[in-house]
């Protein structure tokens, strides 16, 4: 499968900004998928997931109450709505997909996913 993220963009404190990530390819609806961040001289931070018929959610203690993560299995698409952004949220974004037909694993660790999209770049000035 291949993704196609989506969405980003600078924003002020306080904004929103929602995030698309496109998945090509048959079979959506057999991937949990992930969204993950990095930013400059960090390490990929895992943001949200859900699993395969987006009946369960899960998010970093960071983004809760914040973010929410849904996915449209006929759209082949999943989103991230991020809300009230802070300038820590500055980070490329990347969604992943983890195949459930194989070895599905923990949501919030990116080595369980097997594929990636390319990123998008989310910017909150202060």
């Known amino acids: 499968v291949q993704l196609q993220a989506s969405g980003g963009g600078l924003v002020q404190t306080g904004g929103s900004l929602r995030l698309s990530c496109a998945a090509s390819?048959?079979?959506?609806?057999?991937?949990?998928m992930g969204w993950f961040r990095q930013a400059p001289g960090k390490g990929r931070e895992f943001v949200a997931a859900?699993?395969?018929?987006?009946?369960?959610?899960h998010y970093a203690d960071s983004v809760k109450g914040r973010f929410t993560i849904s996915r449209d299995n006929a759209k082949n698409t999943v989103y991230l709505q991020m809300n009230s952004l802070k300038p820590e949220d500055t980070a490329v974004y990347y969604c992943?997909?983890?195949?459930?037909?194989?070895?599905?694993?923990?949501?919030?660790?990116?080595?369980?996913?097997?594929?990636w999209g390319q990123g998008t770049q989310v910017t909150v000035s202060s």
């Open positions: 390819g048959r079979a959506f609806s057999h991937y949990h």
């Open positions: 859900v699993t395969w018929s987006g009946g369960n959610t």
């Open positions: 992943a997909a983890m195949d459930t037909r194989r070895r599905p694993g923990p949501l919030e660790y990116a080595y369980e996913y097997d594929y």
